[in-house]
């Protein structure tokens, strides 16, 4: 039998506060309240890149949803602003919507 | 707004309120389990009965957890009764605000097909707006 890599997703996310460690934690906790602690090693969720506004964040897509509800759910709040299959893509639709922001 | 203007306006707007009593567009619904029983005597058909995600960032996990079958219970209830059922995020700044995909993952959590909330969404707003710019016309 193949041993396939298990797909990931890779998310965005621009918070208020200057270090995003905890937040990723907070995230992390959540979803560990609410769908348990088999389902957070599932969804593996990990803090890629880190900057003063705007973090990326992996997970397991089979857990994304699950994930997605998590980050909605934390306090203090963060919201999500792209999601992608490779980090490449997300960078540049990162970087547009920071164009397109400048750009208001 | 939270009160219908007195004079004709050239604008659609919606009238929003926490009353149950009180005539509105929209009710923001905080705990549905104790309004329940009032709700089901006071509310016209074609009220929008709003839940906001809000203040479950602040809860706990078991409340959390009630808030997610307080939410079902109010898609049912909104289903019943003919009225539209309205998720917001309750967002007073920019970090508040809710992205759509994150907003369907809830309504999924909940059971809720997010295709047909957003379509039922769209009808009811147009609906309603319609309703009221109409009324400002008149009135002129």
Known sequence: ?104 | MTTTPLAAVNYPYLVVSENIGEPADILTIRDFNKVKKQMKKKIKKGTGLELTVNPARKMDGRSVGKWFSSLRDLYAFCHSSRCQFILSSGATSQYEMISGPCLDAILKTADIEPQSYWRNMGKWLEERLLRNVSYAKEAR
């Open chain 1, 1 to 104: 039998m193949l041993k396939r890599r298990d797909k990931r997703r890779y998310v965005s996310i621009v918070h208020a506060g200057e270090s995003s460690d905890p937040f990723v934690n907070a995230i992390i906790k959540r979803f560990s309240e609410l769908f348990g602690s088999i389902a957070t090693e599932r969804a593996a969720i990990r803090l890629v890149q880190q900057g003063a506004n705007e973090s990326i964040i992996k997970c397991r897509l089979e857990q994304l949803e699950n994930v997605l509800v998590a980050i909605t759910l934390i306090d203090p709040p963060v919201v999500t602003i792209g999601m992608s299959g490779s980090i490449r893509q997300l960078r540049r639709r990162i970087q547009q919507y920071s164009q397109w922001q400048k750009s208001k």
